[in-house]
Structures are given as structure tokens and as C-alpha cells.
């Protein structure tokens, strides 16, 4: 499978525990984007990469949430001291370099966070 | 920030009748409006997208309007399918922004064979 994997698929935590998600995009892809996805509602953008460097945070990621794209491949997401807020699809996709013309981004599977 | 509004919210058809769906956006700066297809449990899937140097584009039974003036932009279905039934987001980016997508609040459709 060529497309971008997530895991888990689901996740299901106590409130105040940490998870861990990781993506892993498309091979050759050098920017790779997170969203988060409530139920009824369009993707909200998180952050997003270009090789290994964070170029922008989004207001909604607050400090209990980091994210890392160490060697320039997958990325991994991390939230702290979960809340009950967090519970949403995290959604992961990854795009071609733009400076070829290339804008499309492929979305992953998701991971379905759920916090009780 | 962009800000994208979509309209309707929801949206039923008849079999092989035409769905339309439009978006309206507030940066005029944007410069890449894709459309996405969302099944229950399931990724968005690209299914057409639009860049501002283009006015129209089409795909077999998938259109895309884009009016940079009025900024809004709309997806055409023609001989609508049972299996269209989905729910569809619009989307916009500019590269100043790293392409991140702000994406509309999502049309769910229901074709009715």
C-alpha cells in the first residue's frame, strides 16, 4: 500500500493519560499536514511539515500537544494530560513538494481518539 | 485567517439528477480550492480540485466552477449515483501558507435510487 498508513486506527484513554500517534506519508512526499476532525465538522488544521521542520502551529494546538517529523519520513503526534475535548479523528496527509507545481493532498486513514 | 462557508449543509437528490454545492471564501490570496469526498469511517478522498489561473474544470461527471471575483467556487455532480452519497467538503490554500487547507463545514448528500 503506497497511500499514507496511520496508527492506531483507534484509541481509546482515561482523561490526564498521554497517547501517541504516528503517520507515515506517502514515499518521496516532503510535507506532511495533521488536521483534526470533529463529528460533523470539516478538518481543522494543526501543523504541518516541510522535510523535518515545523514551519506553523495552528492557535488550536495548545502546549499539551508536540508534534515530530525527526528524519524527514513519519510524524508523530503527541497529547499530554488528555481532556475530554480531545476526542476527535486525527487525520494525517501528506503532499509533494509545491515547488514542482504538486498542491494535492492525500489524506490517511485517521486515528479515532476517544478520552473518557 | 481564510474563513470557507459551504452551502447546503445537506442536500437530497433523485437519482440521476444533478447536485450542486458551493463555497464561498474570504482570502483573495488563495490559490488552490480542492474537493473532497468523505464516506462514513472512511478518509476524505480528492476528488477534484481547482487552481485560481482556471475558471472550469471537469472530470467525467464532476465539475468545478471557480469565480475568483465573487470568491465562490461550486461542484457540479451530474446523473447522479447511489454510490455519490457522501459527505463532500471544499477546501482553500494558498502557498504563501504552506497550502495548509481551511476546509468549509461539509454538504452531506443523499442520492435516492
Known amino acids: 500500500d503506497t497511500g499514507v498508513s496511520q496508527n492506531p486506527r483507534h484509541k481509546i484513554t482515561k482523561r490526564g493519560q498521554n497517547v501517541t500517534f504516528r503517520c507515515d506519508p506517502i514515499?518521496?512526499?516532503?510535507?506532511l499536514y495533521w488536521y483534526r476532525q470533529t463529528l460533523g465538522q470539516g478538518p481543522e488544521f494543526l501543523t504541518y511539515?516541510?522535510?523535518?521542520?515545523?514551519?506553523?502551529k495552528s492557535r488550536l494546538l495548545s502546549d499539551r500537544f508536540s508534534a515530530e517529523r525527526p528524519k524527514g519520513s513519519f510524524s508523530t503526534l503527541e497529547i499530554q494530560r488528555t481532556e475530554q475535548g480531545d476526542s476527535a479523528m486525527y487525520l494525517c496527509?501528506?503532499?509533494?513538494?509545491?515547488?514542482?507545481?504538486?498542491?494535492?493532498?492525500?489524506f490517511g486513514p485517521g486515528t479515532r481518539l476517544t478520552v473518557t | 485567517g481564510e474563513n470557507v462557508e459551504q452551502h447546503p449543509s445537506t442536500l437530497s437528490v433523485q437519482e440521476g439528477d444533478s447536485a450542486v454545492i458551493k463555497c464561498t471564501y474570504s482570502d483573495s490570496a488563495s490559490n488552490y480550492f480542492p474537493w473532497y469526498k468523505q464516506e462514513l469511517g472512511k478518509r476524505p478522498q480528492l476528488i477534484i480540485d481547482?487552481?485560481?489561473?482556471?475558471g472550469e474544470k471537469k472530470d467525467q461527471r464532476i465539475a468545478v466552477t471557480l469565480n475568483k471575483t465573487a470568491k465562490h467556487f461550486s461542484l457540479h455532480i451530474t446523473e447522479t449515483q447511489p454510490e455519490d452519497s457522501a459527505v463532500y467538503f471544499c477546501?482553500?490554500?494558498?502557498?504563501?501558507?504552506?497550502?495548509?487547507?481551511?476546509f468549509g463545514g461539509g454538504t452531506r448528500v443523499l442520492v435516492k435510487p
Open positions: 496527509a501528506s503532499s509533494a513538494d509545491i515547488r514542482v507545481g504538486s498542491y494535492e493532498q492525500y
Open positions: 481547482i487552481r485560481s489561473n482556471v
Open positions: 514515499s518521496e512526499h516532503n510535507r
Open positions: 511539515f516541510q522535510n523535518e521542520a515545523q514551519l506553523e
Open positions: 477546501a482553500a490554500s494558498k502557498r504563501a501558507a504552506g497550502n495548509k487547507l481551511t
